[in-house]
């Protein structure tokens, strides 16, 4: 009798700890970032940092959107991203938090989002995530990343480098995916 309650204990805890390790609420894989303070996923998996998780939930490249269209030889690259604070206090969230990497051998194969570059007080819509907003403590916030990217490039990577007060850095979060014309 003590061996098939502890054999049903041991496998209730092993069970509860498989579901808390991988998986949100929604099914999809949480992502933490290994010992090398590294992690990489896909489309649909949250990736976890200090302060947030966030998902690209999908992406396209498109010519132009709404009334921005990209310097020449240039396509949008469209993500929708859901960011949601985990830190258990208000953060401040900027549009330079992530980058676009796309496979080109140039150094300089990487971007941030266009809003980075508008001028104050200028938008894209109140789909785009604006270049400054607030996550309140446990708040989750869905909008679009619009970044510019060379035409003809399908490979891309969202990323997320972490930033301390004290100007030192910390762990690296890359989602990878293929985005198609739209």
């Known amino acids: 009798m003590k061996k098939k309650i502890a054999s049903l204990l041991l496998t209730s ?17 949480v992502i933490t970032p290994d010992q090398n303070g590294y992690a990489e996923g896909k489309l649909g998996d949250t990736m976890r940092c200090s302060f947030f998780d966030y998902t ?6 498109c010519d132009t959107y709404g009334d921005y269209t ?16 985990i830190f258990g206090e208000s ?23 266009v809003t ?6 200028v938008s894209l819509g109140e789909e785009v995530l604006p270049a400054e ?6 708040e989750s916030r869905t909008g679009l990343l619009v970044f510019e990217v060379p035409a003809g490039e399908k490979e891309f990577s969202i990323s997320y480098m972490e930033y301390f007060e004290d100007e030192t850095t910390g762990d690296t979060l890359f989602v990878f995916f293929n985005a198609e014309k739209k």
């Open 56 to 61: 690209v939930n999908s992406a396209y490249v």
């Open 70 to 85: 990209p310097q020449s030889g240039y396509e949008l690259l469209v993500a929708d991203v859901t960011v949601k604070n």
């Open 13 to 29: 805890l092993l069970a509860v700890s498989l579901a808390a390790c991988g998986k949100d609420g929604s099914g999809s894989s």
């Open 91 to 113: 953060i401040p969230m900027f549009d330079n938090d992530f980058q676009v990497q796309w496979s080109s051998d140039a150094k300089d194969a990487f971007d941030y989002p």
């Open 133 to 138: 907003y607030t996550l309140a403590k446990d």
């Open 116 to 121: 980075y570059y508008l001028e104050e007080g």
